[in-house]
């Protein structure tokens, strides 16, 4: 095992986001200043930047998804890159062939980045690897969610809309609310707020959907878990929603959609007990009546539409640092 | 040929004997030590200064993959690492394709494997047809072919009534059980410790109940059928601590733990290394520390290699879909000699733990350097390094965690019924 972070060159520079644990926080401190200038793009009538002009960004997604395929396709393109979308569940994967088989042909097509989803945790650390090992390191990799373990970018944004309401980490109470176990979303989360030197970072949920040792996730320093929605919510600053998938009801992890909302699903009256000023995130796509209430989805305390908007900059701004721009 | 190894260290814990001794062969067993017997002519000498002289490995589960998976590995490939590994005698789980569930099958591999230069080869046939846990095999036909034990390698028998009636039937003719314990249903998708590692990296968990729950079933029905059983590859502190209670009270049961066991834990899996994807799966530090210091005080009755050579196809995968297992005939020996160092061991007891103890385990005359017993020798150099790389190894598979480890203890000669079979 090597003591570098393989998204890491060995002048400690990112070649690749892999993961937020182990990201070090000059870094992603670094993408967050680096987001601000783009989001000021959007609102230019000319909606790009020459950053990464003649550069290839192929969108690798071996697990369907749309909306975040489309929000890495606009921030290349806004950057003036070729952007190539393959959906590789439906095509050779499907045809017997490896991954890094196709990881193989797609770099021979000059490729300068990948960005990948996959259904396997840890899958764009072998492509990483693999690039490694092949003289490929030239192109970088960015894990647009990978299994259950990492999806950075989205951790990334949901820091940048956090500083852009609370200003800085440093006196928050923030809680993570839902199926941990599965989420992607809430081990980046989890990690970027440690590094961000956030004092008390909660974990609420049923003990189905928490990890055996979710209070060790975030590092040594340990998190707190609740099983009480109500307490674990009592004076926070940023409730962090996680998205609850329907098959959650399969396997024995919980009896009913409706016995969930009843226990953790976000309601006007579970939210008073944060502070008057806390923000309410969502990933998306939200389940409406499962994790959260309209009432609360739609009410002034969501910021769920500006993390939407947010996460173009933040991912522009990753594509660029990793350019060397 | 007469065979006569001077100058070298002898250690063979069965006799209790560790001292500067010689060895002389002849016939093919061991004709004197330490003293040259009547009429004594060496048609070859051995130079084994600076060496150790110890009775040839003992190694109770090595997958050859012959029959079914030769892509991965053939009987040559899989007896020439047995021999650079000073491996002489070796027990093969019946997880082949097909498995071992039939005479004609145990026969052709006891066939094969009867070339003079091979290790000798004892099958554990399959308990259930096609390893399948519903119909028991022809287990006194198994025997005859060759068998030595009955197991189901690391497939659970589901159904507990099937479980007890093949122990029953076993123990009819005094077959022991080889059976690792882990419950399917808990071990479901799990793909590592279910602990720190696990919960942070995303991967599918394996709890240490899923071993203790097992283990409790297999230790009531071997109480109530009196079925001699081993348990294979003990992962845990708390399933340990239940087979120690078990003997205790005087059920009879052995174990064993695989040597990746001892020294590596969930922390090696590091960010996805799909060679540390083992089955059972590396555990927590604690666990590892109690399996050291279980196999010292004998509480664990043997070490193995759990040889599970895995094409590089299999490898190249991301963690949840790499096949499990690692490559160990080579590494065995300086596995064993490293876990002794940093335990601070005498030399005997750990070359006790890879020779008589396994061999008893087994019941095979092997294992051990008392005069007339056959000439299965291991002769090394503890001193000397090795740098653990995919060229050095024999073995097709060249998976395993040790990747350019440098390890000390290099084999110089094994005999196989005293015949230099490497070196």
Known sequence: ?325 | MNIRIKNGRLVDPANGADRRADVFIAQGRIAGVGECPAGFTATRTLDAAGCVVCPGLVDLSARLREPGFEYRATLESEMAAAAAGGVTSLACPPDTDPPLDEPGLVEMLKHRARLPEFAKVYPIGALTEKLEGKRLTEMAELAEAGCVAFGQANIPVVDTQVLQRAMQYASTFGFPVWLQAQDPYLARNGVAHDGEVASRLGLGGIPVVAETIALAGILHLAQATGARVHLTRISSAAGLEMVAAARAAGIQVTCDVAVHHLHLSEGDIGWFDPHARLDPPLRSLADRDALRQGLASGAIDALCSDHTPVDDDAKLVPFAEAESGATGLELLLPLTLRWAAEMELPLSTAIARVTCDPARILGIAAGTLSVGAPADVCVFDPAAQVTVSREHLRSQGKNTPFLGASLAGRVRWTLVDGVPVFG
Do not use: C, W
């Open chain 1, 1 to 325: 095992m090597s003591a570098i972070h393989p998204q890491l060159n060995a002048r400690g520079e990112l070649q690749h986001l892999l993961s937020l644990d182990g990201l070090p926080r000059d870094i992603l401190t670094r993408i967050l200043d680096l987001a601000t200038p783009f989001t000021e793009v959007a609102e230019r009538e000319v909606k790009k930047v020459p950053l990464l002009r003649g550069k290839s960004v192929f969108n690798l997604f071996f697990e369907n998804s749309t909306r975040t395929r489309t929000t890495f396709e606009i921030a290349a393109k806004r950057l003036s890159a070729d952007v190539i979308n393959l959906n590789i569940s439906t095509s050779s994967t499907a045809k017997g062939e490896t991954l890094l088989d196709t990881v193989d042909n797609l770099a021979a097509m000059q490729a300068d980045m990948f960005v990948v989803r996959h259904a396997a945790s840890g899958a764009p650390y072998l492509i990483a690897r693999h690039l490694a090992a092949t003289g490929g390191d030239h192109i970088h990799v960015i894990n647009a969610g990978d299994g259950r373990h990492a999806h950075p970018t989205q951790g990334l944004l949901d820091m940048y809309t956090i500083r852009h309401y609370k200003q800085d980490f440093e006196n928050l109470t923030v809680a993570v609310v839902g199926d941990v176990l599965h989420s992607r979303v809430a081990r980046s989360q989890l990690h970027a707020l440690a590094t961000l030197g956030v004092p008390e970072i909660r974990v609420i949920g049923p003990k189905t959907l928490l990890p055996t040792m979710v209070d060790r996730i975030a590092g040594p320093r340990g998190l707190r878990v609740f099983h009480d929605m109500r307490e674990g919510l009592r004076d926070v600053d940023v409730v962090m929603m996680l998205r609850l998938q329907n098959e959650r009801m399969q396997g024995a992890l919980l009896p009913s959609p409706q016995e969930y909302f009843k226990s953790y699903g976000l309601t006007p009256e579970k939210l008073a007990m944060a502070k008057s000023d806390a923000i309410v995130m969502h990933p998306g796509p939200m389940n409406r009546g499962v994790e959260i209430d309209s009432a609360v989805a739609d009410g002034g305390q969501a910021v769920i539409l500006p993390q939407v908007t947010f996460g173009i900059a933040v991912r522009m701004a990753v594509m660029a640092l990793l350019a060397g721009a």
